[in-house]
């Protein structure tokens, strides 16, 4: 029998009859013969090592690689020799402490990797690669990884997508750091990101498109305020940071933010607004609303009245093909 894809399920239940040594022979003796294969999926293996074949040589048509719930395995399996995959999924493997040379190896590796991920590694802690891995990595996507905080990247040069949550600052920094290229940038409750190391960020990010910030609570006093250095209230220099080529920007969660006029006006391309559970917002910026193709509100009560209906706002935004405030056209408020 010949087939392209396999998925080697274990379940989640682990009781006494399952020991370590018992799943790293039933692994081995699963290994596929004489197949094409292009998609390996393991979830729930709970050895604590991976076993040999995984990531041979052999494999050399593999495409995709998703490893996901095997919390007893301390490291990761040397796949970064492969030459074919496009996309590597790694998650819940909460005792994979350091990922570096056991999964990269040596020389060019992950030649063809375009799409990466790593999700719910609490006990990940240490991550290294080496100047020839990742040539061309365009996403990358890291969420619940919170003690990562020892990082040495190379160069990422053909990153254009970065999403990470609930990770921390000196990851991001890291990561800024590595790929100068980035068009796509969301980040979401990002631990210790302060307004000094919020600033030394977004001077990296020269090509960026889009922006989508959620939940950073630490940073307070990144914008200018006119009420001094302890309360968030209007963007001031962060934006002019940001490039006019900018088209998509999106907010979320910031409770003491008043303005966002003042700084978004250079942004000269932007054609997506995104506003959300602001609700000390007040205004908006009035010379780039007739060029917007999108612009949701929501949560932002002080805003709701000046762009319904009747509002100061609604001469400008009922121009806007697709708007919404509260999920709800302003026709039907």
């Not at 040539?135 to 969420?143: D, K, S, T, Y």
């Not at 302060?194 to 950073?216: F, H, M, N, P, Q």
Request: with cysteine.
């Amino acid at each position: 029998m010949r087939f392209s894809e396999l998925e080697l399920n274990w379940g989640f239940e682990f009781n006494s009859l399952r020991m370590e040594t018992h799943e790293k022979e039933v692994l081995n003796e699963l290994k596929p013969h004489n197949n094409p294969l292009k998609k390996l999926e393991l979830v729930s293996y709970r050895g604590i090592e991976f076993s040999n074949w995984v990531g041979d040589p052999s494999f050399h048509r593999l495409t995709k690689v998703s490893i996901d719930g095997c919390e007893e395995c301390t490291s990761l399996p040397r796949i970064g020799q492969l030459p074919s995959p496009r996309k590597l999924i790694i998650g819940r493997m909460s005792k994979v402490k350091v990922v570096g040379l056991k999964l990269l190896g040596t020389g060019l590796t992950f030649p063809s990797l375009k799409i990466l991920r790593f999700d719910s590694m609490s006990g990940w802690e240490e991550w290294s690669t080496n100047s020839g891995a990742f040539p061309c990595l365009q996403e990358l996507h890291i969420e619940d990884c919170p003690n990562l905080v020892r990082v040495s990247l190379e160069a990422l040069p053909s990153l254009r997508v970065l999403k990470l949550i609930k990770c921390d600052h000196g990851l991001l920094k890291s990561l800024v750091d590595a790929a100068s290229s980035i068009t796509k940038f969301k980040i979401d409750d990002i631990s210790g990101l302060t307004d000094e190391l919020w600033r030394g960020v977004i001077g990296c990010l020269g090509a960026v498109e889009y922006v989508s910030i959620k939940r950073c609570n630490d940073i307070r006093y990144l914008w200018e305020s006119e009420a001094g250095a302890n309360e968030m209230r209007s963007f001031g220099e962060l934006l002019h940071l940001l490039p006019s080529s900018l088209t998509d920007f999106g907010i979320d969660g910031f409770e003491k933010l008043e303005s966002v006029s003042s700084g978004l006006q250079h942004l000269t391309s932007l054609q997506r607004l995104i506003i959300q559970n602001c609700p000390k917002t007040t205004d908006l910026p009035e010379k780039l609303l007739p060029s917007l193709l999108i612009m949701w509100i929501s949560g932002c009560p002080n805003l709701k009245q000046k762009i319904s209906r009747g509002g100061i706002y609604w001469p400008q935004v009922s121009l806007i093909p697709c708007f919404r405030i509260d999920g709800i056209l302003p026709n039907e408020i």
